[in-house]
């Protein structure tokens, strides 16, 4: 039987919009109930994250979602933090990457332009990515990968045997 890797899906929320991930239990609850148990949160910002020993010894990640403040600058460093982590054939969803337009989750007073559009065409025009808008919600979401020596190796034998590492 062919094993599959449990990949860690580290997760980040520092919980300004509302009070659900301030709770460990309950998060842990809520992916639980979707049969997710590989989940691994931290109430904290990317910039914040990056600077614990939990970031230095993160190791590879099989998807990260990037949903963080919607801005060009936030998306791109939420990518280049994690992006030399993600291991062959994992994935990167950025949401809200299709439109720009204001975002007002703080509010109508402290609305701010979402552009995470400008950082995905950026990421469009490297060939070494593959990357694919899809039209879901409001104002959608964005899935990639790199390209790479494992993309033209056999799914079932990637499967079988991990990725193909060089051992000394």
């Known amino acids: 039987m062919p094993r599959v890797a ?3 899906i580290p997760l980040f929320d520092p919980s300004f919009v509302d009070d659900f991930w301030r709770d460990p239990e309950r998060v842990k609850d809520h992916f639980l ?6 989940i691994r949160h931290f109430q904290m910002t990317t910039q914040q994250f990056v600077a614990t020993t939990a ?3 993160l190791g590879q990640i099989g998807l990260l979602f990037i949903d963080g403040r919607h801005t060009e600058e936030q998306a791109s460093f939420d990518y280049e933090a994690f ?3 993600v291991q062959p054939r994992g994935f990167v969803i950025l949401h809200d990457s299709m439109i720009v337009r204001n975002d007002k989750v703080y509010g109508e007073e402290n609305a ?3 552009s995470v559009k400008n950082f995905v065409d950026k990421l469009k025009l490297d ?4 990357v694919v808008d899809f039209p879901f919600g409001h104002t959608g979401m964005t899935l990639l ?3 790479d020596g494992e993309a033209g190796r056999n799914l079932h034998d990637w499967l079988d045997d991990g990725p193909n590492i060089k051992r000394a």
Not at 33 to 38: A, E, Y
């Open 83 to 85: 992006s030399k982590f």
């Open 112 to 114: 701010y332009p979402m």
């Open 145 to 147: 990968r790199k390209v």
């Open 6 to 8: 449990m990949w860690l």
């Open 33 to 38: 109930g979707f049969g997710i148990d590989n």
């Open 55 to 57: 970031y230095r010894t």
């Open 127 to 130: 060939p070494s990515l593959q």
